[in-house]
């Protein structure tokens, strides 16, 4: 066999792969006593050369060779850890991984895949370096964010990966696989917030929870905020931030209508900037005039998984109502259609007008239907905020009426152009 520059780019880069996760390791073992450590960056290094060269000897067919390096690399990192001097009772099984992953990822190199394995390799070294981080994110968690962890990854990665995509169903309305990446985007949304209320609003205060929370649900954040408000004795933060909320509602719609309805982004970003400014001005406003108060347990979290269910099936018949408007009543039964599910969800209402061909509405009636849904969403946030704030939720009230009284006006205006 014939050795180029491609052999020994693979075989520098095994090494490489070593070199890094050894220094790592090396840098964290420190502190070991003499003859108490296994490994650290001379063997990690040695473990990626030998892998990588069993990975060129597999790549020019002699397989078995290669398979006897490997399980030497395999057996002295076995016999290396089961007999260290100074084992404690419950030994970290760290190490001994990166050097299996090491083992690997230099296989990997001296089969012709050496952009992969180098990758792989920082990935490892991340990992092992962040150990104070990733174990201090873990002493964070309760249970309960735990199971909802659990929950997303069903929902991600046990289910998509599976379901077909094609049109079924009545009327051919139903892209299995479309209506639950749906779910995945809406549901991923709605935890990511979550995380970051849970990590920033319990440190920032109520204003930060307003912010944050409304990324995943302006309505949930509201309830929460205006109970608050109205046990307490005099208003503090929470009607900046339900105004904040309201400002994020306003910035998260678009963002699903690019993703899932492109077409229509330029013109809703038109009829909701106006009063996304008013919404910003109003909480700015009502900031300044509050005191500082820490922030309230976020809404519960929003992942389960017969809420999701509930939820693809709410877009299911959603979809199905949509093509028989398309059929019966044409675009103007669409815009009807979009804003009654609205009033109800005006998630459902988006991720409705993205299961519609381009024809079958016009950009400017889509927008202005799904801004109607958001005035639909704000008169219920503004009831909610009254009833539990009592007059200390009064100020709260009227930015969002004020923002809801510019979005019709512009609605209004677009109408003019129809």
């Known amino acids: 066999m014939t050795l180029g520059w491609g052999e020994a780019l693979a075989g520098g880069t095994a090494v490489a792969c070593g070199l890094l996760i050894g220094i790592e390791r090396g840098f964290d073992l420190r502190d070991l006593k ?30 078995l060779a290669a398979g006897a390096l490997m399980a030497g ?35 990997m190199a001296g089969l012709g895949e050496p952009g992969f394995a180098i990758a792989g390799a920082t990935i490892v070294t ?15 968690l309760d249970e309960q964010d735990v199971k909802a962890l659990a929950r997303y990854a069903v929902i991600a990665g046990a289910v998509l990966p599976f379901l077909p995509s094609g049109h079924y169903g009545p009327l051919g309305a139903w892209n299995p696989q479309r209506l639950w990446l749906v ?13 970051a209320n849970r990590i920033f609003g319990e440190r920032h205060g109520t204003v930060a929870t307003g912010l944050i929370g409304g990324a995943y ?22 009607p900046a931030a339900i105004a904040f909320a309201t400002a994020v509602m306003y910035m998260r719609m678009p963002v699903l209508i690019a993703i899932l309805a492109t077409r229509v982004l330029p013109a809703i970003s038109v009829l909701l900037l ?25 809404p519960g979290n929003p992942i389960a998984l017969l809420p999701a269910l509930g939820f693809v099936a709410f877009v299911a018949g959603a979809a199905i109502a949509a093509k028989w408007a398309e059929g019966r009543f044409g675009q103007s039964g669409i815009a009807v259609l979009l804003l009654i599910i609205g009033s109800m969800d005006v998630d459902v209402a988006i991720v409705t007008l993205g299961t519609l061909a381009p024809e079958a509405i016009s950009p400017l009636l889509a927008a202005m239907a799904i801004s109607g849904t958001a005035i ?18 009064i100020s709260a009230g009227l930015a969002m009426t004020a923002s809801v009284v510019v979005l019709a006006v512009m609605i209004g205006l677009a109408w003019t152009r129809l």
């Not at 850890?81 to 970290?92: I, M, T, V």
């Not at 649900?217 to 929470?238: K, M, N, P, W």
């Not at 969403?377 to 704030?389: C, D, E, H, Q, R």
Request: net charge positive; glycine share 14%.
């Open 376 to 393: 639909a969403n704000m008169a219920v946030k503004v009831g909610i905020t009254l009833v539990y704030a009592g007059r200390k939720g």
């Open 126 to 140: 991340l990992l092992l370096a962040l150990k104070s981080e990733l174990h201090g994110f873990l002493e964070k």
């Open 34 to 63: 003499p003859g108490t450590r296994v490994a650290g960056v001379r063997t990690f290094s040695l473990v990626g050369l030998v892998s990588g060269l069993a990975g060129l000897i597999a790549h020019f067919g002699q397989a």
């Open 274 to 298: 106006p009063a996304l400014i008013v919404a910003w001005g109003a909480g700015f406003w009502l900031y300044r005039q509050a005191p500082k108060h820490q922030g309230p347990a976020p």
């Open 217 to 238: 649900s302006s309505t949930a954040v509201t309830i929460a905020l205006s109970q608050r408000l109205g046990s307490e004795e005099r208003a503090g933060a929470e």
């Open 73 to 107: 690399v395999a057996a002295v990192l076995a016999i290396g850890y089961a007999h260290r001097p100074g084992l404690s009772e419950r030994p970290d099984a760290t190490t001994p991984m990166a050097g299996v992953a090491t083992a690997a990822l230099g296989f």
């Open 183 to 195: 779910v995945v985007l809406v549901t991923g949304f709605s935890f990511l917030g979550y995380v």
